[in-house]
Structure formats: structure tokens, C-alpha cells
């Protein structure tokens, strides 16, 4: 699973409830969530880990400029995280190039996932948010690359790379990151959108996916969110079974009618 978290916006408080009621739901094995609050006391991650049973790590980062003063209650931090069914055996977090953009802490986040058969390279990451950022974005998902060729050896199993990208699946950074339409980043390494195996009749928005502004105003939803897998492994691991939409509203059949994110989450059956 990926999934943005939206931070500390709208009523977290109940918007963390329904986060966890839709993980009951849906009993991801591993996790890659973005935009996760800390404050001195707590940290989602840990707490939605807590919660489940889970094995979770983290990687901190600065709150972002352009959001103070825009939630009522702040936290200290925003970063990514893994949680995990199994155990965590390794793990590192590079911190991504700004390229001449804001001074952010932008971070991608590796977990090596002692799963049965085979240890999964997992990855996570939160991409500059400028519509107009893409050239930082080229510059951060080739540090990206970079890191996952790094970091992926030692299994057959395929890297796992999830994110909210903040781009849209033609632009500039996912064909690079892709390497099929343009020269890779990492010379021989092809990172597959696991979205290409869905059902082209689902739903595949996953930003701006929760209930119209209360203005009124007029909204467009765009697929910024991926998981994204290398070549599978001499003995087919890694191959895609079931790729599919979730959390985009409330529980069904939940008692809430709060939305859990303003991202959608993205889930993928990946074979052992």
C-alpha cells in the first residue's frame, strides 16, 4: 500500500480513526505512508503500528513552509514511514536534492522487510509539491534511482518503490523514473507503475479524491500516487496479481462520514 496522510488537516482526530479503520479493512502487509505528523508525545506512524501490530519506521522531516498557520493544531514534524507485518532487518533514509527549489526536507525511506520467502527492498517518498517543480522532481527521482540500485541486491525479490510523486504519470520525473520511455536514471533499471496491470474501468484519480470544496469550488482529480516495481525475480517474484484503489471516503458501512485523506490509497498483490 501507498498512502498520503494528510498530515494534521481537517479533524485529524477522527480522520486518524477512519485511516485505521480502512488498514483494518484492507490488512496491507507493508506500508508506505507519506505526509505523517510527530509531535514530542506521538507519531502516527507508531500509533497506527501500535494499533495493528505492526513493525513501522520513520523519517523526519521539517514541516513544510507554505503550510504554517494553516491547521489549528501543528505538529512538530512531517515525514515518511513503513509499517510492516514482518520484521524491519535494515533500513535508510536519504534525504532528495531541492535543485534549486524551496528549501524543504524532502526524504525517500528504504526497509529491507524480512518477509516469508524472499526480503523485500521497500521504499517510500514524498516529492516537491510545485505544480510547476518538475525539473526539482527530475533532479530528486534520479537521487531515487540512484538509491534503490543501491540498496536493492542481496534478494530476488524486486525493489518496491511507493510515493505520492506529485506529478501525473506523463509528466518528465515518472518517465524517467519508468525508464522505458526515455534513458533510465540508473542505466538497466526499469521500474514498472503497477497501475499498467489494473482494470482500466476503475477509478485511478488519487489526489483531490474527497468530497467537493465546501465553497463550491471546481476541483480536478490527477493519479500522483504509485507503487512502482522492478523486474520480478528468476522465480517470478515480484509479479503483479492485483492493483486497486482504496480509502477514497469514508468506511462502508462505517459509522463516520469523515473522509481519511485527501489522497486515495493505491494497494497492489505482488506474488512471493
Known amino acids: 500500500m501507498t498512502w498520503n496522510l ?19 479493512r484492507e490488512r496491507p502487509d507493508v506500508c508506505g505512508f507519506q505526509e ?13 503500528a ?7 519506521m520513520w523519517a523526519p522531516g521539517a514541516v513544510f513552509e507554505h503550510w504554517r498557520g494553516r491547521v489549528r493544531e501543528p505538529a512538530d514534524a ?62 530528486q527521482v534520479t537521487e531515487l534511482a540512484r538509491f534503490v540500485a543501491e540498496r536493492r541486491a542481496g534478494t530476488p525479490f524486486p525493489p518496491v518503490v511507493t510515493g505520492d510523486f506529485n506529478a501525473e504519470p506523463g509528466a518528465d520525473e515518472l518517465r524517467l ?11 538497466g533499471q526499469v521500474m514498472t507503475d503497477v497501475w499498467r496491470f489494473a ?6 484519480d488519487t489526489f483531490r479524491s474527497g468530497p467537493p470544496p465546501a465553497d463550491g469550488a471546481l ?17 517470478g517474484e515480484g509479479a503483479v496479481t492485483a492493483v486497486w484503489r482504496t480509502g477514497a471516503g469514508p468506511v462502508p458501512g ?10 486515495a490509497a493505491v494497494m497492489a498483490e505482488l506474488s512471493a
Open 50 to 56: 501500535g494499533e495493528l501490530g505492526m513493525h513501522w
Open 6 to 24: 494528510w498530515w494534521r488537516f481537517g479533524d485529524w482526530r477522527a480522520r486518524r480513526a477512519v485511516i485505521l479503520d480502512w488498514l483494518r
Open 219 to 235: 476541483s480536478f482529480g490527477s493519479r500522483t500516487d504509485y507503487i512502482h516495481r522492478g523486474s520480478t525475480g528468476p522465480g
Open 177 to 187: 523514473f519508468g525508464g522505458t520511455l526515455t534513458a533510465p536514471a540508473v542505466p
Open 78 to 139: 512531517v515525514g515518511n514511514a513503513v509499517l510492516s507485518r514482518w520484521p524491519i532487518v535494515d533500513s535508510e533514509v536519504r534525504r532528495l536534492p531541492t535543485a534549486g527549489g524551496p528549501d524543504e526536507v524532502r526524504t525517500a525511506l528504504f526497509a529491507l522487510v524480512d518477509a516469508p520467502g524472499a526480503r523485500v527492498p521497500f521504499f517510500t517518498t514524498h516529492l516537491h509539491s510545485d505544480p510547476a517543480g518538475s525539473a526539482v522532481r527530475v533532479a
Open 36 to 48: 505523517v505528523w510527530a509531535t514530542e508525545d506521538e507519531n502516527l506512524a507508531g500509533w497506527l
Open 199 to 204: 482494470d482500466p474501468g476503475r477509478p485511478a
Open 254 to 263: 462505517g459509522d463516520s462520514d469523515v473522509w481519511p485523506s485527501d489522497h
